[in-house]
């Protein structure tokens, strides 16, 4: 046996885990506390918000209602308020001691009624349930016995015992009435009271009502209420949920401030002395009260507009969805106006009535179309002529084959009816056939319309860029390459985008243009005298659109193209013919024969060779011809010598001799040809520009009317991919870097915004490192914007999304507002808003015309069109249109105001679009279409007599500005002819304007002040003339009927009686005292 | 060296238990290895001393005198156990509290995330999709490991090594399990985890995972580079060559057993050694399908109407 061995210490069982369990305790334990922190704050970051919140607004309004405490003392020291303060107490003080007596009245009879009311509905409950036991009682004698109970108790005499300490018995009918009474009774007394209190409230709700209308803020009564509301707040989520959009927005749970009724700037928030932090800023008002007046919050949410993650409330970051997940992140700041595009797609124009919002996303929608962006791009909504035409040429050939399925049908019916057995058959089928012959003749009236729908699609139709088929009668043929290697060296301010073409590219283009264009000969122009040309050009018009001069001396317009070099790639006859009429094509086009129509085509079928809207129908197979230019650019009706002038002046636009460019000799080798015609299609010319051959050419580019929201995969990086993850600019060049909106990238732009700001800046730029041939390459040119118009861009793109929302959220309204949208779309197409003002501030390019800054031409200005539907009759509204002239044969006028020198162009509108801005204008008005004139009573020979007395008064002398035809006056005149009031105003307008012009149209010089409110009417301000006395009706309905039934004749004579106006005198020296200054007109 | 494309992997919240598995597997490898080198020595120890090893039952520690023979599971055990659930518990805790779920809102039918992977434990399933059709590694290859593992109890006929660590009693075993799960399983989770980019495409660790990258690399058919072009001929050709493979690897195996492992090889019976061999000779053909693909640009060997080998 071994000795034992000593018992040694067991590393299992003897070793202790108690500190380790301890730890590890302790560590769960905190663990746990961590968790529940967590739960309810660390996922709940919008409670701190809260918080914050409640303590910085809450001392905001303190302050407030301080400031509104001062305010109000201030208005309660009005003479006014006090009178009304007075008139309020004073009724109290009388209504006062009857309302007492009545009240102790009430309070008794209150009393009595609760001590009765005690009584009484306890015994009601037992004699209810009785009632309902006897009803429910199956056996005639269960029912006597509880009927027999029930009278007993009825029977029994139940006390009542009254406050004043008296006692009375009563049955329970006595019971009942006594209640009634006492209940009649109060009600009475109820009624007294109020009818009492009625003056007394009146009084008091005036002198509030008074209170509130002069305090600029809130009363310090709201603010109070406001205060209760901040400090009784409990921490919890604020949504907003619209189920039938299935929108959830949790965005005010931290944005507290952003619908209260007071302004709260980031300042106003700040830690009390602190700068404005993150939570000021997320407290602070919403920047446009009228846009969320408009966008109820209530049915909108916020995430339609600005996207984010309205459900999510676990941090900033998830709510704004500023994570790699979300597909609608928080539109940046600069591109908030995105947001519009999701609803107002059908929009042209955005703007409220006041404040500059909608001025990015307009500016982006104008942009797109104006510099052709549409002519490789389809977008929905732009450019929708080709496919309206396409669709109604369609249209016409399915009715058509209608018609002759009618016609056979109808056919075989009469047979049928001829060979019928019985007369009932055969009249029941002549029948039928009969109403088909009819059908088809409702068939032809729809085909007409259709007919006269596609004439005006076709004269709708317009290019961005110049007719290339003329390029032989146009331009110095050896410009022509030198223009294509960039056209921003020749005119920095072109619409024509950088092509990046490289030699052999812009040889094989331009030969290729060269040799199909057409050779027809111009006839001579005559030459007119540059120096009165240049003075034509900057005052008739021209300048509304087109602008001259480069760096600081350019002026005018930018819609069109800058006429500074204009002279060294232009021939002058082309000019001329230009000028006069820039609609008039070397030859018309037939779409369906795809071919221009030169004379030979014409003596082929022995017509005269000529056409025009009148004579619109192809010689060789009488379908409708393309016959005016596809330019937007008016006709100004100039006469032959003022076209000679404008284009002797413009030719001499040079900075070198146009045969100092190099020959370009290569242009007539038919062997680039082909290659040329290539390249053409490769880079989508025909987008913008009509060309030989490709008439019928599509789009290039990628459809972009949902491009914002395209995965961000499918946006191609190549091989910046990375880098724009990284943060890292990718431009290098600098004067492309400062065409970024926001400077170059310092963080991230892997996203769309990144994406399109770096490709508008640089087309090419996804091109940078890689190896490509030629028709590889991207192919978008570089339209040198800068930063702004990119800006504009990317916000239109950005905001270009599928939405979710339910089609009622579009904005495609079918009533007035349609009009007014259909309308912005024609106004910015032919540019209307380069001379004419819509809005109230809204720069034109007249503004800036050296001549127009000197004051003496300030009633050279094109006229306002603030109330133009209110203004004018609709009906004379579309004549004017056709024919701004007014006349068949005087043409080289203005129709309504010939003394101006700016002449209202003739655009050879279609009918459509005539309609369309006509609707347009009664819109923006609101004004209802059809348009029922009003009729005036006819003037008696006492108010004849009066109203003439007015009209010819020396204080209102109106045939001093307005004009009379008499060509000797209308050389100083500065108004239209009252003759033509008859037809082209409305009254009622007529009336407001000759009361306030200028609420009207801001800084006219037709005088205000001329009537003033005498009672219930308006009388004339100045001396009244004598034939007035006794007259007390209103003066100027006198003087409107007065003008709207003027004659000729009347006219004359009154003029003759008045005297001519002084030449060349002042705007100001011409205004009846106490008339506001006259200005821009 | 991309760092920024190593740290972008590394930090991604569904990469955190790959990337905590590297060290924890270096560790508990380390740990097993140490006790059962201690093991080995104590083995050795005993088996020169006979007397020491009838008293001995625990096995780490050589008895030593006072010590209780046996002790109960409470609490010894479940007081260690209880302990380590208490520590997962706190992990688990933590981890979720600071890191959520990696859940990509919204879903956008029309965005493919590229790459698409699998959750960290269905990587080396899915990196084996590239080297057979889906039918057999989605479906065939899982079942066969399923069932290689439930069948080891009954083929493994080593009385020795059970319950405790050890490498010299159990090298086979321990052999096989290090191959199997430390050199496929977890070497295919880290290849899909880390190598795996854009396209599926081979990244090394530290290149960028860029999505315009174009890879030249044709993938043929063994038959194909043997000129077979009937469907029949593929499917005879690569039965013969997947046969030929059993064939001469079961033959080796067998003379490996006989020389390195008499003893087992005469333990088993044999049903027992034909279960084994053929397990063993599918697991390594899959590392051989791996490399052939990956070095000689060979897709199938096998190629019938019905699956592809």
């Known amino acids: 046996m071994a000795e034992p061995l000593t018992p040694d210490h067991d590393p299992i069982v003897t070793r202790s885990y108690a500190l380790y369990y301890l730890i590890a305790i302790v560590l769960l334990v905190a663990s746990l506390f961590w968790a529940l922190w967590d739960e309810a704050y660390g996922q709940r970051p919008w409670k701190k918000y809260q918080a914050v919140f409640q303590e910085r607004y809450g001392a905001f309004l303190k302050s407030a209602r301080s400031q509104s405490a001062q305010a109000e003392k201030e208005v309660q020291g009005n003479p006014e308020y006090r009178k009304l303060a007075e008139a309020a107490d004073a009724a109290e003080k009388q209504a006062t001691p009857t309302i007492k007596k009545i009240g102790g009245q009430l309070k008794e009879v209150s009393a009595r009624l609760l001590a009765v009311q005690n009584v009484f509905t306890d015994k009601r409950a037992w004699v209810n349930a009785k009632v309902y036991e006897i009803e429910t009682e199956d056996s005639a004698r269960g029912k006597q016995s509880k009927q027999r109970d029930l009278d007993k108790y009825k029977a029994q005499q139940f006390t009542v015992k009254f406050p004043d300490g008296s006692r009375k018995n009563f049955n329970f009918d006595q019971l009942e009435e006594e209640y009634n009474r006492l209940r009649e009774e109060k009600a009475r007394l109820n009624a007294d009271l109020g009818e009492l209190l009625k003056p007394v409230n009146e009084a008091k709700t005036k002198r509030d009502d008074y209170l509130k209308e002069h305090l600029v803020s809130l009363t310090p009564e709201q603010i109070a209420g406001l205060q209760k509301k901040t400090a009784d707040w409990d921490t919890k989520i604020v949504q907003i949920n619209v189920a039938s959009a299935n929108i959830v927005d949790r965005c005010e749970s931290c944005h507290m401030g952003i619908r209260e009724p007071v302004r709260l700037t980031p300042a106003s928030l700040a830690a009390k002395g602190g700068k404005p932090d993150e939570y000021a800023r997320a407290f602070v008002s919403h920047p446009d009260e009228e846009l969320l007046q408009i966008h109820d919050p209530d049915k909108f949410g916020c995430s339609p507009c600005h996207q984010g993650n309205g459900r999510a409330t676990t941090s900033v970051t998830k709510g704004h969805g500023d994570y790699e997940h979300w597909l609608w992140p928080l539109f940046a700041r600069q591109n908030v106006e995105s947001g519009c595009q999701t609803c107002h797609a059908a929009d042209m124009m955005l703007h409220l009535t006041t404040g500059n919002v909608g001025q990015v996303i307009s500016e982006g929608k104008f942009l797109f179309r104006q510099r052709g962006c549409n002519g490789c791009h389809k977008y929905e909504g732009y450019d929708r002529e080709p496919e309206d035409l396409l669709n109604v040429q369609q249209q016409i050939k399915q009715k058509e084959e209608e018609q002759q399925g009618n016609l056979r049908r109808a056919a075989v019916l009469t047979k049928q009816a001829d060979n019928a057995t019985d007369n009932a058959t055969a009249n029941r089928l002549y029948a039928e056939a009969e109403a088909l012959k009819v059908a088809n003749s409702r068939i032809a009236g729809q085909i007409e319309q259709l007919d006269f729908r596609s004439r005006d699609l076709l004269r709708d139709l317009k290019k961005i860029g110049p007719d290339l088929k003329e390029v032989r009668t146009k331009l110095n043929k050896n410009w022509i390459p030198v223009w294509l290697h960039k056209p921003t060296d020749f005119r920095p301010t072109t619409k024509m985008p950088n092509f990046r073409l490289n030699d052999e590219q812009i040889k094989a283009i331009s030969a290729f243009l060269w040799q199909v264009a057409l050779t027809d000969k111009l006839p001579t122009a005559p030459k007119g005298d540059a120096t009165r040309g240049k003075e034509l050009f900057e005052t008739r018009g021209c300048l509304g659109c087109h602008s001259i001069g480069e760096g600081p001396e350019m002026q005018g317009g930018d819609f069109a193209a800058n006429l500074t070099r204009v002279g060294e790639k232009v021939n002058y006859d082309y000019l001329f013919r230009w000028i006069k009429n820039p609609r008039v094509r070397t030859r018309s086009y037939c779409p369906y024969e795809k071919k221009d129509i030169g004379p030979e085509d014409y003596a082929k079928h022995n017509l005269p060779y000529q056409f025009d809207f009148e004579h619109s129908t192809c010689p060789n197979d009488g379908h409708e011809l393309q016959v005016e230019q596809m330019t937007v650019m008016p006709s100004l009706r100039l006469s032959d010598e003022e076209v000679a002038d404008i284009a002797s002046y413009l030719i001499t636009q040079r900075q070198k001799d146009p045969a100092s460019y190099p020959e370009a000799a290569f242009m007539d080798d038919p062997k680039l040809k082909e290659e040329g015609k290539k390249w053409i299609r490769h880079f989508g010319c025909a987008g913008c520009h009509e060309i030989a051959g490709f008439e019928d050419e599509g789009r290039i580019g990628t459809e972009l009317t949902v491009e914002g929201s395209k995965p961000l995969e499918r946006l191609d990086l190549a091989l910046h991919t990375q880098k724009a993850q990284e943060g890292k600019e990718v431009i290098t060049d600098k004067a492309i870097l400062a065409r970024l909106p926001e400077g170059p990238a310092t963080s991230d732009w892997y996203n769309h915004k990144g994406f399109f700001e770096h490709k508008l800046a640089m087309p090419n730029i996804y091109d940078q490192g890689m190896m490509k041939a030629e028709t590889e390459k991207l192919r978008m040119p570089d339209p040198h914007l800068n930063k702004d118009q990119i800006q504009a861009l990317v916000t239109f793109l950005l905001g270009s999304q599928e939405t979710s929302l339910p089609a009622s959220y579009q904005y495609k309204p079918e009533d007035w507002r349609r009009d007014i949208q259909d309308g912005w779309w024609i106004v910015r197409k032919y540019n209307c808003v380069g001379c004419h003002q819509f809005t109230p501030g809204q720069p034109t390019s007249w503004q800036n015309v050296r001549r127009f800054q000197d004051p003496d031409w300030k009633e050279q200005f094109p006229p306002k069109l603030l109330t133009e539907g209110a203004r004018v009759d609709p009906e004379w509204l579309m004549r004017f249109l056709a024919n701004p002239a007014l006349s068949q044969t005087d043409t080289h006028r203005n129709g309504v105001r010939p003394y101006l020198k700016i002449r209202m162009p003739t655009f050879f509108f279609s009918d459509m679009e005539r309609r369309k801005l006509v609707r347009f204008f009664q819109a923006l008005s609101q004004q209802p279409m059809p348009y029922t004139p009003e009729r005036l009573p006819t003037l008696t020979a006492k108010e004849t007599d009066m109203a003439r007395s007015l009209f010819t008064s020396a204080a209102a002398p109106c045939l001093k500005c307005h004009a009379t035809g008499d060509a000797a006056h209308d050389k100083t005149a500065t108004a239209p002819n009252f003759l033509m009031a008859k037809d082209r105003l409305k009254p009622g307008w007529t009336e407001r304007w000759i009361t306030d012009p200028q609420s009207i149209s801001p800084g006219t010089s037709m005088p205000s002040g001329l009537f003033r409110k005498d009672g219930d009417h308006y009388v004339f301000a100045g001396p009244t003339p004598s034939a007035f006395a006794g007259y007390d009706k209103d003066h100027r309905q006198l003087l409107v009927r007065y003008i709207f039934q003027l004659t000729p004749e009347e006219q004359r004579r009154v003029s003759g009686r008045m005297g001519r106006a002084p030449a060349g005198k002042k705007a100001s020296s011409r205004k009846p005292a106490g008339s506001t200054p006259a200005g821009v007109q | ?309």
Do not use: C
């Open chain 2, 1 to 309: 060296m991309d760092w920024h494309q190593i740290w972008e992997i590394v930090s991604t919240p569904d990469n955190v238990p790959i990337v905590a598995l590297i060290p924890l597997l270096a560790f508990y490898i380390y740990l097993g290895v140490k006790q059962a080198r201690a093991n080995d020595q104590l083995i050795a120890q005993l088996e020169t001393d006979p007397a020491l090893a009838k008293t001995h039952h625990r096995k780490t520690w050589p008895f030593r005198p006072g010590w209780q023979k046996e002790i109960h599971v409470w609490p010894f055990l479940l007081r260690v156990e209880f302990l380590a659930a208490i520590i997962v518990t706190i992990i688990l805790m933590v981890w979720s509290i600071t890191l959520n779920a990696p859940l990509e809102e919204p879903s956008n039918p029309n965005v493919t995330m590229n790459p698409a992977k699998a959750p960290w434990y269905f990587l080396g399933l899915q990196e084996m999709l590239v080297y057979f059709d889906p039918w057999i590694a989605g479906v065939v290859m899982p079942t066969l490991i399923i069932v290689g593992l439930i069948i080891i109890p009954y083929i493994d006929t080593n009385p020795l090594g059970a319950g405790y660590y050890t490498i010299k009693q159990r090298k086979f075993a321990l052999a096989t399990f290090g191959f199997g799960f430390l050199a496929l399983w977890v070497a295919m989770i880290l290849i899909g985890t880390f190598i795996r980019g854009p396209g599926w495409q081979w990244f090394w660790p530290g290149q960028t995972w860029d999505h315009s990258r174009l890879i030249y690399e044709v993938n043929r058919d063994l038959p194909d580079i043997f000129g077979i072009t009937s469907n029949l001929g593929k499917g005879i050709f690569g039965a013969v060559v997947v046969g030929g493979y059993f064939a001469a690897g079961g033959l080796a195996l067998t003379l490996l057993f006989r020389r390195f492992m008499a003893k087992d090889f005469r333990r088993m019976s044999i049903l027992q050694y034909s279960m084994v061999a053929a397990f063993m000779l599918m697991m390594i053909a899959l590392p051989i399908k791996m490399l052939f693909r990956l070095l000689f640009h060979i897709k199938y060997v096998w190629i019938t109407p019905w699956f592809n080998i």
